[in-house]
């Protein structure tokens, strides 16, 4: 039944036999230093010695058997390795870059409305009210918040450590100033006003854009953590697939030399390579198909919407700028000159009008298209009322467009509020849809890495129990 | 064979320190002759071309406050062109600050408005009831330091009542008024700094002055001539004179130069300040206007004499309301002399 060795040379210790060919070299060497061969590699003495074994049956099982374990272990080993590098980045979005990015867009927020909030108080002319000074107050407190928060989770020499180190060294200075700003307005000395400008500029030309890099950056890395955690792991898929070819084909060799249609050991080891590979392509397409979902639904949705934030907050500040400055600053474009403010003004609404019709389009359902709806509805009545008030200003009815813009009733201020907050609801809802899909995404790939190393050590331990079934029928 | 191997590199890294010393040599040469010259040369150019533009300037320019039209009562296309505006827009648009104590700013304390007052204020009113009938019939417009020829060559203003300082820099650019008020150049600086007034114990300290002032470039001229140390860092400047307290109380500026009546307004917002030496110029306050505008600056110097002969509402009252406490009761030596219109055309 046994199908005999095709070789002729002795089956046992073949792997031996070429050895004592070396040893008789050194004696006809006498010439010095210079060797005519270089000495002989171990790689190329353990070819040489494979190929010895190759020459006989159980050498061929013995090297069958290795490679197949080594396939199966290389396997699970790959699967293992690219599977922890896709699920640390698959928990980094959801735990660590996703909520960075969000907060550094609140970091951006909480300091541009603080200071509008302070300058809002000035332009009142008189005292602030407990309304802007409650509203100043809470947002230093957030962004503050925010920020030992940011800290904790970069890493120290990143570049968004050091940004996070600037806002932190700039923020008391800033309310250090605005202090100093309020201690003078209550004597009624106008060098308040003058504190106040400098702290606008501190916040205009260092701390906004300080906050605004380090949003960009944290974007990246989400960006980043979504790029290692979606591709494909190919290696592992390849691997998967050698291993299996290779498993088929040593059963088939099997076959047609002893004409058994089952080795229990290599079956098993089949059938591990298959759930693991299986496992690893489903799970993974699974996991993507979240993770893509997440960016899609969910990401996409909070940039537009975060942008959009900045955009309205932007062109507050420039709206109340423009009553600060007084027709101050003007700019120059084409022919036409225009006040400095009002036009980075109308820059901003253009912005936040295409942020949020890009918004509209991206929500999926109607309890995030609603405040979206609503925020667009707010933004066309603050344009209006804006043009009302900028009239009143040019007419030179300056206390009339004060109250047009900071007033309490009807004034630009509560279109602003509104569209904040119905911006806010629609990145609560947005956060609510991304945290879930991208939750989904991560759980897929629960389990994945360990069950793939352990299955692959069942496979690979099967694999050569089943050649040593076969080996043993040479004793 | 290895002591000459080392002999020979030392040679080559010798030629290439002796190369270097050379390059060197020939770079200081280079650098210090041309400077040393053209130190020299330009030193002479510099003094020369001052000279000239001074003696110039002293040629075209004598007295500069005295150049200004006589007083009329007269409407032309300028006053025309200004009633002549309908609706809520009839109203006279002017360049003011709202930052300066007593001149021109907004008090918080003074009620839920805090409309902008004081001694420029004051005059803007009375320039609009003139001319339009209403003291209230005004647009302000608050402008920085060196926004305030730009502003009334492009027609954003009508005029600027803003402690502009008539001289001849700016004559060339905008028409001014008779001036309205006198004063001059002062030193600002803790009272426990070792400053004493503008000379030499401002060597390396550093002086904050408005962009576009006439304190900064009265310290630019002096410094070139020497009567201000070279040492003294002038590069600090802000839009606005009272941005210029905010630096000193932060530490960034060790002394102000502005005017005297603003220096006055600064220092009665901080007690631990206070002018140092007396005033090292004479200036005059005056309303800017539009170079070709002939008929405004007639009208505004006809309104200016009146409002120095009433004394119930006039110049002294509002000085009286204003700058008493800042400057003193008296008001002689902020009086402006007697006016003279030796411009003809």
Known sequence: ?475 | MRARRLRASLRGWGGVTAMAVVCALVAVFALCVPLSHSDVVDGEAVTQATRVTAEKAEEDCEAPEKQTLSPSSADGDTIKAIKNREGEKRKLIVGVDQNSYRWGYRDPNSGRTAELEGFDIDLVHRIAEDILGDPDAVQFKAIPTDQRIPAIQDGRVDMVVRTMTINCDRIKDVAFSAPYFKTGQQVLAPKSSPIKGYDDTLAGRRICTAAGSTAYSTLEEDQKDGTLPATTDISGTVPNQLDCLVRLQLGEADAVVTDGALAASQAAQDPTVQLKGDAFTAEYYGVAMKKDADDLVRRVNQILVDYREDTANGWQASYGKWLSATLGKDAKKSEPPAPQYRRTT
Not at chain 1, 54 to 83: C, D, H, N, S, Y
Not at chain 1, 412 to 420: I, K, Q, Y
């Open chain 1, 1 to 475: 039944m046994t199908h005999l060795p095709t070789s002729s040379a002795p089956p046992p210790g073949t792997g031996t036999a070429v050895l004592p060919a070396q040893p008789a070299q050194p004696p006809q060497a006498p010439q010095g230093r210079a060797e005519p061969q270089p000495r002989r590699t171990a790689f190329a003495e353990g070819v040489d010695r494979l190929r010895a074994a190759a020459t006989t049956e159980p050498g061929r099982l013995r090297i069958i058997g290795a490679v197949l374990a080594l396939l199966v272990v290389a396997f699970g080993a790959v699967t293992a390795w690219q599977m922890t590098e896709r699920a640390d980045a698959a928990d980094d979005v959801l735990t660590s870059s996703q909520p960075l990015s969000s907060d550094a867009a609140d970091i951006y927020r909480s300091l541009a409305d603080a200071n509008t909030a302070a300058s809002s108080g000035f332009l009142a002319g008189g005292q602030e009210t407990a309304t802007s000074r409650d509203r100043y107050e809470k947002n230093i407190r957030t962004a503050a918040e925010k920020l030992v928060n940011a800290a904790a989770n970069s890493d120290p020499d990143s570049p968004s450590a050091t940004t996070i180190a600037e806002l932190n060294r700039l923020l008391p200075e800033y309310k250090g100033l605005v202090e100093r700003a309020r201690t003078y307005n209550r004597q009624g000395f106008p060098v308040g006003g003058a504190y106040l400008r400098y702290a606008n500029e501190k916040m205009q030309q260092q701390m906004l854009p300080a906050a605004e890099d380090l949003y960009k950056k944290e974007n990246q890395r989400l960006r980043a953590d979504y790029a290692d955690a979606t591709p494909y792991p190919w290696a592992a898929i390849a691997l998967g697939v050698a291993a299996l070819a290779a498993l088929a084909w040593a059963q088939h060799r099997n076959y047609r030399r002893t004409n058994r249609v089952l080795n229990h050991g290599l079956v098993a080891a089949t059938a591990t390579a298959t759930v693991v590979l299986l496992w690893l392509v489903v799970g993974h397409s699974i996991a993507r198909a979240g993770l893509n979902d997440s960016y899609d639904h969910g990401v996409r949705s909070l940039n537009v919407l975060h942008d959009a934030r900045l955009a309205s907050l932007k062109a507050r500040g420039n709206e109340n700028l423009t009553l600060v400055a007084r027709g101050a600053e003007t700019k120059k474009v084409g022919e036409e000159t225009y006040d400095a403010y009002d036009y980075d003004f109308r820059a901003e609404m253009k912005a936040l009008a295409a942020y949020l019709e890009d918004a509209e389009k991206l929500a999926d359902d109607t309890s995030g298209e609603r405040p979206v709806t609503a925020a667009v509805g707010n933004m066309t009545e603050w344009k209006k009322r804006h043009t009302a008030a900028r009239e009143q200003d040019e007419n030179g009815n300056y206390q009339r467009a004060l109250g047009m813009v900071i007033g309490t009733k009807d004034a630009t201020g509560e279109c602003f509020d509104s569209v904040d907050e119905n911006l806010r609801t629609a990145l609560a809802h947005e956060e609510t849809e991304f945290k879930q899909a991208a939750d989904d995404g991560r759980d897929a790939l629960t389990g994945l890495s360990a069950g793939a190393a352990v299955l692959a050590v069942l496979g690979a331990a099967g694999a050569v129990l089943g050649m040593g079934r076969r080996l043993s029928e040479y004793r």
